[in-house]
């Protein structure tokens, strides 16, 4: 990953008080993160690894009068800025208002530290990311602004509550490219500011910063349900954090208490009364910032969620730092599932419909002569096929969670749809030998896991168009990338690590 710095750190330094620019000046060290004045003490220049004091007289309210004099004026969240910049100022005051202490804090424009992301921002999904104070959320914010508004040409409004996004001043940063701003003139009007974004601009995608209250949550899921991409942060260090905090819980789906009835209870081992998601989560997928360099995705926000109210790790992949240099994103969420081959099972594949006709599956088990069954409990399913538009159906999400079978759905209810899909699912390629079509799928599987696990690029053997189409649909279902290449006899598929 090539990371580019960019700063106007000197226009910063130029409101300082001499003898603190002079003492930056000494300290020669790049990286300066923030100043800190507080009245009566030493000031202190912070660093990435150690905080370095600039000199050993007392902060004075004269100098503190200088800086305040020469940056903007300080709204109502205790925060100013230079304009043209992104550096930000922001004031610490005593009980009569007067300002006795400030931040300085270093704005950059920093390239390149989205790109272990980018597939998630081209994706078109909703997006949060989550981490402690000076991990570069919002610096990455910033590039995906620029990223999605120049690189893929969409219409992006950026909400700056603190003019952090992109700057002060009435004209934004060319940091954020050709996306607008709005500016919020009070702080707790962010969620309307949000709600006029959609309504007025028709954005393609929507930027805001530091999503901290209810009615902030309620104006991203408003923003989410209208289709609009929505890229942003939220107070809270983990995705645990996120759905015990009741005030933004609804970010992820939500939590509300269920009483099940006495079967349902027996089945699943449980008490009568447990927690589970209220909804579909606003945004789709959840990045944990570990550090600038690492971090955490859950690409399934639903799922994850799940996880956590069933008491189990929410899982995740780990990207960026020196291991992704090294070799591919390690997968800490067990593969995808599948229906198992014929010579990995002991009896015909158990299918549970839910929402479609039990006669389509049964009609197509027949035509394309499947080793397969209908079963009407859903705790004997080893496989699952669903109306594609009752997939978010709380029912359906227990049943997933607590079978763990693989889910196959379909867009209408009709036998030529379900026929596609299990033939799809059982690998079923017309005027090709069983055998054949086996040996094939197991090679793809095999090749998939090499792929991942030694982040290589593995060659299969020449196949005809038919099997590599299946081979390739075994590389999706491993998230890898798969690609045909040679001519005539000797066509083959190629399958690149992620």
Same mark, same amino acid.
């Given at each position: 990953?090539?990371?580019?710095?960019?700063?106007?750190?000197?226009?910063?330094?130029?409101?300082?008080?001499?003898?603190?620019?002079?003492?930056?000046?000494?300290?020669?060290?790049?990286?300066?993160?923030?100043?800190?004045?507080? /009245?009566?003490?030493?000031? %202190?220049?912070?660093?990435?690894?150690?905080?370095?004091?600039?000199?050993?007289?007392?902060?004075?309210?004269?100098?503190?009068?200088?800086?305040?004099?020469?940056?903007?004026?300080?709204?109502?969240?205790?925060?100013?800025?230079?304009?043209?910049? #992104?550096?930000? !100022?922001?004031?610490?005051?005593?009980?009569?208002?007067?300002?006795?202490?400030?931040?300085?804090?270093?704005?950059?424009?920093?390239?390149?530290?989205?790109?272990?992301?980018?597939?998630?921002?081209?994706?078109?999904?909703?997006?949060?990311?989550?981490?402690?104070?000076?991990?570069?959320?919002?610096?990455?914010?910033?590039?995906?602004?620029?990223?999605? +508004?120049?690189?893929?040409?969409?219409?992006?409004?950026?909400?700056?509550?603190?003019?952090?996004?992109?700057?002060?001043?009435? &004209?934004?940063?060319?940091?954020?490219?050709?996306?607008?701003?709005? *500016?919020?003139?009070?702080?707790?009007?962010?969620? $309307?500011?949000?709600?006029?974004?959609?309504?007025?601009?028709?954005?393609? $995608? !929507?930027?805001?910063?530091?999503?901290?209250?209810?009615?902030? $949550?309620?104006?991203?899921?408003?923003?989410?349900?209208?289709? =609009?991409? /929505?890229?942003?942060?939220?107070?809270?260090?983990?995705?645990?954090?996120? =759905?015990?905090?009741?005030? /933004?819980?609804?970010?992820?789906?939500?939590? *509300?208490?269920?009483?099940?009835?006495?079967?349902?209870?027996?089945?699943?081992?449980?008490?009568?009364?447990?927690?589970?998601?209220?909804?579909?989560?606003?945004?789709?997928?959840?990045?944990? #910032?570990?550090?600038?360099?690492?971090?955490?995705?859950? $690409?399934?926000?639903?799922?994850?969620?799940?996880?956590?109210?069933?008491? #189990?790790?929410?899982?995740?992949?780990?990207?960026?730092?020196?291991?992704?240099? +090294?070799?591919?994103?390690?997968?800490?969420?067990?593969?995808?599932?599948?229906?198992?081959?014929?010579?990995?099972? *002991?009896?015909?594949?158990?299918?549970?419909?839910?929402?479609?006709?039990?006669?389509?599956?049964?009609?197509?088990?027949?035509?394309?002569?499947?080793?397969?069954?209908?079963?009407?409990?859903?705790?004997?399913?080893?496989?699952?096929?669903?109306?594609?538009?009752?997939?978010?159906?709380?029912? %359906?999400?227990?049943?997933?969670?607590?079978?763990?079978?693989?889910?196959? =759905? &379909?867009?209408?209810?009709?036998?030529? *749809?379900?026929?596609?899909?299990?033939?799809?699912?059982?690998?079923?390629?017309?005027?090709?030998?069983?055998?054949?079509?086996?040996?094939?799928?197991?090679? +793809?599987?095999?090749?998939?896991?090499?792929?991942?696990?030694?982040?290589? &690029?593995?060659?299969?053997?020449?196949?005809?168009?038919?099997?590599?189409? /299946?081979?390739?649909?075994? +590389?999706?279902?491993?998230?890898?990338?798969?690609?045909?290449?040679?001519?005539?006899?000797?066509?083959?598929?190629?399958?690149?690590?992620?």
């Amino acid at each position: 990953m090539t990371v580019t710095r960019t700063d106007d750190l000197g226009l910063l330094l130029e409101i300082l008080p001499q003898h603190l620019q002079d003492a930056l000046d000494e300290q020669g060290e790049p990286g300066l993160l923030e100043v800190v004045m507080d /009245l009566g003490r030493r000031p %202190l220049a912070r660093f990435s690894e150690r905080a370095v004091p600039l000199s050993e007289h007392p902060i004075s309210r004269e100098d503190i009068s200088r800086v305040v004099s020469a940056v903007g004026e300080f709204g109502g969240d205790n925060r100013a800025g230079i304009e043209g910049t #992104l550096h930000r !100022i922001s004031a610490i005051r005593n009980r009569r208002g007067d300002i006795i202490g400030l931040t300085l804090r270093v704005g950059r424009a920093v390239f390149g530290t989205i790109d272990v992301i980018r597939d998630l921002v081209e994706s078109g999904k909703s997006l949060l990311m989550l981490g402690p104070p000076g991990v570069g959320k919002t610096t990455r914010l910033r590039e995906i602004t620029r990223v999605l +508004a120049d690189d893929f040409d969409k219409r992006v409004v950026v909400i700056d509550t603190s003019n952090e996004i992109a700057g002060d001043g009435d &004209v934004p940063h060319p940091a954020i490219g050709s996306a607008r701003r709005m *500016q919020v003139p009070q702080p707790e009007n962010q969620h $309307a500011v949000m709600i006029e974004a959609v309504e007025n601009h028709m954005p393609e $995608a !929507i930027v805001v910063d530091e999503i901290g209250t209810a009615a902030e $949550a309620l104006a991203a899921r408003t923003i989410a349900e209208r289709g =609009v991409q /929505l890229i942003g942060t939220a107070h809270g260090n983990t995705l645990e954090n996120l =759905v015990l905090n009741p005030t /933004l819980s609804d970010l992820v789906g939500g939590v *509300q208490t269920v009483t099940l009835t006495d079967e349902e209870a027996r089945f699943r081992g449980t008490q009568k009364t447990v927690s589970e998601r209220k909804g579909p989560p606003t945004f789709d997928v959840v990045v944990e #910032l570990l550090d600038r360099e690492e971090m955490v995705v859950h $690409a399934d926000t639903g799922a994850a969620v799940d996880k956590l109210l069933r008491g #189990l790790p929410a899982g995740g992949v780990r990207r960026g730092g020196e291991r992704a240099v +090294a070799s591919a994103p390690e997968p800490v969420e067990a593969p995808e599932k599948r229906i198992p081959l014929p010579d990995e099972r *002991q009896r015909p594949v158990a299918i549970y419909p839910y929402a479609i006709s039990r006669d389509a599956v049964e009609r197509s088990i027949r035509d394309l002569r499947l080793d397969a069954r209908t079963v009407a409990r859903p705790e004997r399913a080893d496989a699952i096929v669903a109306l594609r538009s009752r997939v978010d159906d709380l029912r %359906l999400q227990r049943i997933l969670s607590l079978t763990e079978a693989p889910l196959y =759905v &379909v867009k209408k209810n009709t036998t030529a *749809q379900v026929r596609r899909v299990l033939q799809n699912a059982f690998h079923v390629v017309h005027g090709v030998d069983e055998d054949e079509v086996m040996e094939a799928v197991r090679e +793809a599987e095999e090749a998939a896991r090499s792929a991942r696990s030694r982040h290589e &690029v593995v060659v299969l053997s020449p196949r005809s168009a038919a099997v590599r189409e /299946l081979q390739h649909r075994v +590389a999706t279902r491993h998230n890898l990338t798969a690609e045909s290449e040679g001519s005539g006899a000797e066509r083959h598929l190629v399958i690149y690590p992620d």
